[in-house]
């Protein structure tokens, strides 16, 4: 599976971005999943949005500012985040894994398919 990821930029804290990634083939009852790395950070789970149920998992950083949902185009997904803080600054990867559990969801090393990211920056 190969992702495509889109939509990072420069915006002003308070503004909104809302990233894309797009997916070459479906993951048959898959979790795709966005994660984000500020430089001297570690990755950290964001969000992620699986059609088994149309189940989501966010973040507590980013809950009720982030929404993650799938695009009508299929194989994609959406990231719309508002009320952007200095600290979502980070480059955006995202990612897709089998299943739809929520036993390690929020685990990177669950995701064996990684998009090339994209950067958001976020100004005060």
């Known amino acids: 599976v190969q992702l495509q990821a889109s939509g990072g930029g420069l915006v002003q804290a308070g503004g909104s971005l809302r990233l894309s990634c797009s997916a070459s083939?479906?993951?048959?009852?898959?979790?795709m999943g966005w994660f984000r790395q500020a430089p001297g950070s570690e990755r950290e789970f964001v969000a992620a949005f699986t059609r088994v149920g149309g189940r989501r998992w966010y973040a507590d950083s980013v809950k009720g500012r982030f929404y993650i949902g799938e695009d009508t185009a299929g194989n994609s997904v959406y990231l719309k985040m508002n009320t952007l803080k200095p600290e979502d600054s980070a480059t955006y990867y995202c990612a897709v894994r089998q299943g739809s559990s929520d036993a390690r969801v929020v685990l990177g090393a669950e995701y064996p398919y990684w998009g090339q990211g994209t950067l958001v920056t976020v100004s005060s």
């Open positions: 083939r479906t993951v048959s009852g898959g979790t």
